[in-house]
């Protein structure tokens, strides 16, 4: 039965869209659509934003260690729902199920991070000045605007509200249409946590009403993931009224892989470092950077873990690799195949859809070699399980490639040598680089330079982003 959602979540409430257009909600492991949402227009969004700014100044005043509060509150109450909140998103996007309970897992853990950054805000601090002294006041940006990517839509909310709630923002956010569903359940979880009606507003819909968030007078920050092209207008748009705004877009991360590297320590780190997700994960290491003492050996390794990776229904615990989100997904990551061909590179594996699944947006995991870094396949981000290995000859050149790059997103250098490994890091021009690793603590900064983005999520100075610095100065 479809499920047909025609509300959306404002003021504490779900309220009848003033639009009348549905978007299908399609099942990416069997093409079937299964449930439809409501396609906000501009008035929803406003609808939105003004119960958002109607509450701003209450929870803008509540004390930062009662908004801590309500986000352990936010982060028990997710936890108890992980295994629903889980499924729902892998019938939505098609992420493995394991996979998207490792990532949910993760959500309950961010929003208890923000609460303790909450905890120890310090709103104002006196200054003494040669002519008096100055309260310099850190205080909430006001109503946030949160845009959402399907490829992790939980846990990339949690990276904006967490710290908006936190900071005293009160938000509406715009999941993507493909990821909406979760945004309903989630919805329900606000009131358990005691977070008061209208501090968090859900519109859905597609591109349009994205925008119109993003135009609307009284947003004055605007978070955002997803695609360079879409940072790129959200940039433009946000110029207009110098709104805030922190972009995290897209990657074509380099992995370096130095000539002592262990291939056998690499290996368990070929999946989550290179392709995890599916590949649709914005920081994945898609350019594998060999030395050329050992291309053969790096190739052919790369080519028999990706093989051995299960692959099929993501429901099935044991699957790594399921369908890609959508049919316009699959289409562009095919389309990039063909291309990698075209332009000489050799195809190790895959490059077709799996044997035996005639239905589902499924891709096979593919691995070109021979591949030069002005070729397309190594320059834009694909987003799919597609993984390019370009040769080297010295360090320096390693380094020069991974930089060689519009993108600069995320990065990871790999040797049993962890301070050469270290000094290479540190001249990768990126936002995030890891060393013998593939995971990222959230107690740091992350986010991207050039096309990958502007500002940081997460780490110490995550709230930075949602306060305004203000100055009182003070005479006698
Ligand atoms: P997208 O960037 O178009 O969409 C992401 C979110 O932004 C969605 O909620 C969408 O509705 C919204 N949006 C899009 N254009 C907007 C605009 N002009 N103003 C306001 N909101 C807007 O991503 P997509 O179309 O779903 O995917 C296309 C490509 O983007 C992918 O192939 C991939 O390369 C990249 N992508 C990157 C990430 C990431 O984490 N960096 C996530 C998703 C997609």
Redesign the pocket.
């Known amino acids: 039965m479809l499920n047909e959602h025609d509300a959306h979540f404002i003021g504490g409430r779900w309220q009848k869209a003033r639009s009348a257009h549905r978007l299908p909600v399609v099942d990416p492991a069997t093409e079937e659509i299964f449930a439809s949402i409501a396609d906000g227009d501009a008035a929803d969004v406003h609808a939105a934003v003004s119960a958002a700014t109607d509450v701003a100044g209450e929870w803008a005043n509540t004390a930062p260690s009662v908004r801590a509060e309500s986000l352990r509150r936010l982060a028990d109450a997710f936890e108890a729902r992980i295994d629903e909140i889980s499924a729902t998103v892998t019938r939505q996007n098609g992420t493995p199920i394991s996979i998207a309970k490792a990532m949910q897992s993760q959500v309950p853990k961010n929003y208890r991070y923000f609460a303790s950054l909450a905890d120890s805000l310090v709103t104002e601090r006196q200054m003494r000045t040669a002519s008096g002294d100055a309260l310099v006041r850190r205080e909430p940006v006001g109503v946030v605007g949160a845009?959402?990517?399907?490829?992790?839509p939980q846990p990339?909310l949690a990276w904006k509200l967490g710290p908006a709630l936190a900071a005293g923002c009160t938000a509406v956010v715009?999941?993507?249409?493909?990821t909406s569903l979760d945004a309903y359940l989630f919805a329900e979880l606000l009131a358990h946590a005691g977070i008061p009606d209208g501090v968090v507003n859900i519109v859905t819909?597609?591109?349009?009403?994205?925008?119109a968030?993003?135009d609307h007078p009284l947003v004055r920050k605007?978070a955002?993931?997803?695609?360079?092209?879409?940072?790129q207008?959200?940039a433009a748009?946000c110029a207009r009224d110098f709104k805030r705004v922190t972009l995290?877009?897209?990657?074509k991360s380099a992995g370096i892989l130095l000539d002592d590297v262990d291939l056998d320590a690499f290996r368990p780190f070929v999946y989550s470092a290179c392709a995890p997700n599916t590949g649709?994960?914005?920081?994945a290491l898609t350019r594998v950077l060999a030395p050329r003492s050992r291309y053969g050996e790096v190739v052919d390794m790369l080519g028999e873990t990706l093989a051995a990776i299960p692959l099929g229904d993501p429901t099935d615990p044991a699957t790594l690799f399921g369908p890609l989100?959508?049919q316009?997904?699959r289409e562009?990551v095919e389309s990039y195949i063909e291309l990698g061909r075209k332009e000489g590179a050799g195809l190790v594996l895959g490059g077709g859809r799996p044997a035996g699944l005639d239905r589902g947006y499924y891709v096979e995991p593919t691995l070109f070699r021979d591949v030069d870094n002005s070729m397309r396949i190594a320059r834009e981000?694909?987003?799919?399980p597609v993984v390019v290995v370009i040769p080297y000859a010295t360090e320096d050149e390693a380094i020069a490639i991974a930089n060689d790059s519009e993108f600069g997103?995320g990065g990871g250098v790999f040797s049993p040598d962890r301070e050469r490994a270290t000094a290479v890091a540190r001249r990768i021009v990126t936002g995030t680089v890891g060393v013998n690793t593939a995971s990222f603590p959230m107690e740091a900064p992350f986010g991207g330079v050039k096309k990958?983005g502007i500002g940081r999520e997460l780490g110490p100075t995550a709230l930075d982003a949602y306060l305004e610095t203000k100055t009182i100065f003070r005479g006698v």
């Open positions: 845009i959402i990517p399907w490829n992790g990339l715009k999941p993507a249409q493909e819909g597609g591109r349009e009403t994205g925008a968030l993003v605007i955002f993931t997803g695609s360079t092209a879409a940072g207008a959200i748009a995290e877009l897209g990657g649709q994960t914005c920081r989100v959508s316009r997904q562009r981000e694909i987003f799919g997103l990958s």
